[in-house]
């Protein structure tokens, strides 16, 4: 089914476009890369001052205010970003199991940074009186972003249909 | 010399340790990519500050105490990877010109950190407050260090399709 898809997609005019013009694939994953820095260090400061070992000077609202909305931007150009270099390569991508386990590991971080927004919206306080909690959080979720850049890399190496 | 220097990288144990693994490349490069983004994204947090664009609740003295630590930290760390990546084809890297290219940018950046610390800086007690506007040296060196940052990321990425 996969398969078919991709060969499909492979043969639109717009995913020929792609491949013929031999600048827009590195141009792409460019931008990617800038936004996935924007992201990552956004999410890296978030994550340390939950588990506490930077940014105590602010409270974690002051720095959730701070960086939360560019990761979301940044994450809404990642997302257009990704989606031109799957329609320019779609069996690189989709036949591809590491491109699967970075997309789980992606929904997974997501989650864990809805969860924490909404509490820190609705619950005044939680993760500073939760600090065992809040540790745990922002450890799991550092530790699945940085899967995550790790397999978007991997994906150029792994075999795939 | 150089090019004697360049062979002597390729033969070094660790350049051929690179070359040879099927493994060690995409991980020492999963680490570079790892490094690079926390460089940038850090660099980019104080050049948006200095553009008075991001984080204006903060003086950028208070900003550059925060993240300058995880941005040499994490610079150390794309430089031996990068060296690592460097030595496993080191005469094939050394005769692309965007891996040239992309040396001087981070040459370039270097001297536009240093303007920045002997100019603007020197009189950051004039200006240097939360919510306070930035002069216009401030801006100039955070405008250009971030169309450095990405254009060190544009031409890192290019190598690889050479």
Not at chain 2, 13 to 39: N, Q, Y
Not at chain 2, 71 to 76: N, S
Not at chain 2, 112 to 126: C, E, K, T, V, Y
């Amino acid at each position: 089914m996969i398969k078919e898809f991709c060969a499909w997609l492979a043969a639109t005019p717009l995913s020929e476009h792609i491949q013929d013009a031999f600048w827009v694939i590195p141009t792409v994953q460019t931008v990617h890369i800038v936004s996935i820095a924007i992201v990552m260090t956004s999410m890296a400061m978030l994550d340390l001052r939950l588990v506490g070992i930077a940014g105590r000077r602010q409270t974690l609202t002051e720095m959730a205010h701070r960086f939360l909305p560019w990761v979301w931007i940044a994450l809404i150009v990642l997302l257009c970003s990704g989606t031109i270099l799957i329609i320019g390569e779609p069996g690189r991508e989709l036949q591809s199991v590491v491109f699967w386990i970075k997309m789980s590991l992606l929904v997974a971080a997501l989650i864990l940074t809805l969860i924490f927004q909404t509490v820190l919206r609705h619950r005044k306080g939680f993760w500073e009186n939760h600090r065992a909690v809040a540790a745990l959080l922002g450890s799991v979720s550092l530790v699945i972003w940085i899967g995550i850049v790790a397999a978007g890399r991997w994906i150029a190496y792994v075999e795939h249909g | 010399m150089i090019k004697d220097l360049l062979h002597a990288l390729e033969a070094s144990p660790w350049g051929t340790a690179v070359r040879e693994s099927t493994w060690l490349f995409p991980t020492i490069e999963s680490i570079h990519v790892l490094s690079l983004v926390l460089v940038v994204g850090s660099i980019m947090v104080v050049d948006l500050r200095l553009l008075n664009l991001a984080s204006r609740q903060r003086s950028v003295k208070e900003l550059t105490d925060e993240v300058l630590p995880w941005t040499w930290t994490a610079f150390v760390c794309a430089a031996i990877t990068g060296t690592l990546l460097f030595s496993s084809s080191a005469m094939r890297y050394s005769g692309i010109w965007q891996f040239e290219a992309k040396m001087c940018m981070l040459v370039l950046a270097a001297i536009n950190m240093g303007i920045f610390h002997l100019g603007a800086l020197r009189s950051a007690d004039q200006w240097d407050r939360a919510h306070g506007r930035t002069p216009v040296g401030a801006r100039v060196a955070g405008g250009v260090s971030l169309g450095i940052w990405v254009t060190v990321v544009a031409l890192g990425r290019w190598i690889g399709f050479v």
